[in-house]
Nanobody, 126 residues
Framework: QVQLVESGGGLVQTGGSLRLSCAAS????????MGWFRQAPGKEREFVAAIRWSGGNTYYADSMKGRFTISRDNAKNTVYLQMNSLKPEDTAVYYC???????????????????WGQGTQVTVSS
């Protein structure tokens, strides 16, 4: 089992920044990919970004490229999501997730992830 705990959400004005953290514990050696997803009220869960736990390759949804940066600190078993130039449409609950799929081909698919955090609310005011 892997446990994930997110932190860093909050209220920010348009154009502001936030950094989310996701601390992993338990059988972290089984993790192949870490991802961030978000879900706004009345909408489906949406892929935001992903990072390979070992190699560090990163992947982003097109709408987040250039504004969001995913990174990891393996020594701390922590993944980060730096979010800049935030917009009201970025308002959502942000979830951290861990994937054990060694093929790595479905990093953008929510149901491919095995473990999820509880989510952290991000609200961007206009």
């Amino acid at each position: 089992q892997v446990q994930l705990v997110e932190s860093g959400g909050g209220l920010v004005q348009t154009g502001g920044s936030l950094r989310l953290s996701c601390a992993a514990s338990g059988r972290t050696f089984s993790i192949y990919t870490m991802g961030w997803f978000r879900q706004a009220p009345g909408k489906e869960r949406e892929f935001v970004a992903a990072i390979r736990w070992s190699g560090g390759n990163t992947y982003y949804a097109d709408s987040m490229k250039g504004r969001f940066t995913i990174s990891r600190d393996n020594a701390k078993n922590t993944v980060y999501l730096q979010m800049n130039s935030l917009k009201p449409e970025d308002t959502a609950v942000y979830y951290c997730a861990a994937n054990r799929d060694v093929t790595g081909s479905h990093y953008y698919v929510a149901y491919k992830y095995d473990y999820w955090g509880q989510g952290t609310q991000v609200t961007v005011s206009s």
